[in-house]
């Protein structure tokens, strides 16, 4: 049984940092490409950042280039968002999920429940 179980999330300021965690088991890390996705309340789910199963490249969307960076540990099945500088529209739930490598890039097949990130202003 596949789990991708988040943790890290809670109420900051603006300006200021947190760092998730996504631990994953049941399956082959390796195999997965790792990507953060967030819902805000009353908007449709937006893709954050992945990176490859080497952790050799990234993608993080534009509106948090610069601030956000995602990276994963393959020793210890998880994979990590440093969130810097946030800003309240940052708040969203946050979501990983796995990808399998042969699968298509913008498929992803599994999917943690979300931690709930607010910035307040």
């Known amino acids: 049984q596949v789990q991708l179980v988040e943790s890290g999330g809670g109420l900051v300021q603006a300006g200021g940092s947190l760092r998730l965690s996504c631990s994953a088991s049941?399956?082959?890390?390796?195999?997965?490409?790792m990507a953060w996705f967030r819902q805000a309340p009353g908007k449709e789910r937006e893709f954050v950042a992945a990176i490859t199963w080497t952790g050799s490249r990234t993608y993080p969307t534009d509106s948090v280039k610069g601030r956000f960076t995602i990276s994963r540990d393959n020793a210890k099945n998880t994979v990590y968002l440093q969130m810097n500088s946030l800003k309240p529209e940052d708040t969203a739930v946050y979501y990983c999920a796995a990808g399998s490598v042969a699968g298509h890039p913008n498929n992803y097949n599994y999917w943690g429940q979300g931690t709930q990130v607010t910035v307040s202003s």
């Open positions: 049941g399956l082959t890390f390796r195999s997965y490409r």
